[in-house]
C-alpha cells in the first residue's frame, strides 16, 4: 500500500509554545490529507481535512487558529499546534488517500505524540 | 445521526478463530474499512468491502451485508500478535470516513 511519513514521532515541549508535525505522502500525491486526534483508548476524532492549494476544513469545535494547517504541496501538509497547553497533548495522526486507486483507503502516518508540560 | 457499533473489548485463544462485528447506520455507504490499530501506534489498513460478501486475505477475512448494515472481521489461526484494537470506518454519501470506537481483542495463550 501508499506510504505516508509522520515527523516527529514525538515531541516535549512547554506550554505556549508552538510544534510543527508534517506529514508526507512519499509514493504518491495526495490532493487531501487528514488529520486525527486520538485520546487513550478512545476512537480517531477528525480535527480537518487539508487540500492541496485551498484552505483547510476544519470539524465542528475546532480551533482553526490553534491548529493552523498548511497544505503547500501534493506531497506534504503540515500541523501546527500554536500556543500549546497541557490540554493539547494528544496523539496525533494524519492519514492521506492515494488517488490513483479507486478505493478511497486511507493510510496512515505513524502518528506524533504531543506531551506538552 | 450516524452511528457505528462495535464490542467494545474481546478475548480469545492463541490459534482459534474470533469473529468482530459491527453494524452502522449513516447517510449513505461508499464502502467500510477494517483497520488494525495496535497500542500507541497508528492505525493500519486491513480491508475495505464496498459489494455484498466475503473478502478472504490470508488469515484475515471480512464480511458485508449491505442491506443489513453489517460487517464482520474474521481472523482465524490467532497469534499473539494479533492483540490489538480493531476499528471499523464507513465512508458516507459525502466520503467522509465515519468511525467506530474500535474493539480491543486481546489473545490469551
Known amino acids: 500500500g501508499a506510504v505516508v511519513s509522520q515527523h516527529p514521532s514525538r515531541v516535549i515541549c512547554k506550554s505556549g509554545t508552538s510544534v510543527k508535525i508534517e506529514c508526507r505522502s512519499l509514493d504518491f500525491q495526495a490532493t487531501t490529507m487528514f488529520w486525527y486526534r486520538q485520546f487513550p483508548k478512545q476512537s480517531l476524532m477528525l480535527m480537518a481535512t487539508s487540500n492541496e492549494g485551498s484552505k483547510a476544513t476544519y470539524e465542528q469545535g475546532v480551533e482553526k487558529d490553534k491548529f493552523l494547517i498548511n497544505h503547500a504541496s501534493l506531497t506534504l501538509s503540515t500541523l501546527t499546534v500554536t500556543s500549546a497547553h497541557p490540554e493539547d497533548s494528544s496523539f496525533y495522526i494524519c492519514?492521506?488517500?492515494?488517488?490513483?486507486?479507486?478505493?478511497?483507503?486511507?493510510?496512515f502516518g505513524a502518528g506524533t505524540r504531543l506531551s506538552v508540560l | 445521526g450516524q452511528n457505528i457499533d462495535q464490542p467494545t473489548e474481546m478475548t480469545a485463544t492463541e490459534g482459534a478463530i474470533v469473529q468482530i462485528n459491527c453494524t452502522y447506520q449513516t447517510s449513505g455507504f461508499n464502502g467500510l474499512f477494517w483497520y488494525q490499530q495496535h497500542a500507541g501506534e497508528a492505525p493500519t489498513f486491513l480491508s475495505y468491502?464496498?459489494l455484498d460478501g466475503l473478502e478472504e486475505k490470508g488469515r484475515f477475512s471480512s464480511f458485508l451485508s449491505r442491506s443489513k448494515g453489517y460487517s464482520y472481521l474474521l481472523l482465524k489461526e490467532l497469534q499473539m500478535k494479533d492483540s490489538a484494537s480493531y476499528l471499523c470506518?464507513?465512508?458516507?454519501?459525502?466520503?467522509?470516513?465515519?468511525w467506530g470506537a474500535g474493539t480491543k481483542l486481546i489473545i490469551k495463550p
Open positions: 470506518a464507513v465512508l458516507d454519501s459525502n466520503y467522509q470516513l465515519i
Open positions: 468491502n464496498v
Open positions: 492519514s492521506a488517500r492515494d488517488p490513483g486507486t479507486d478505493r478511497n483507503i486511507q493510510y
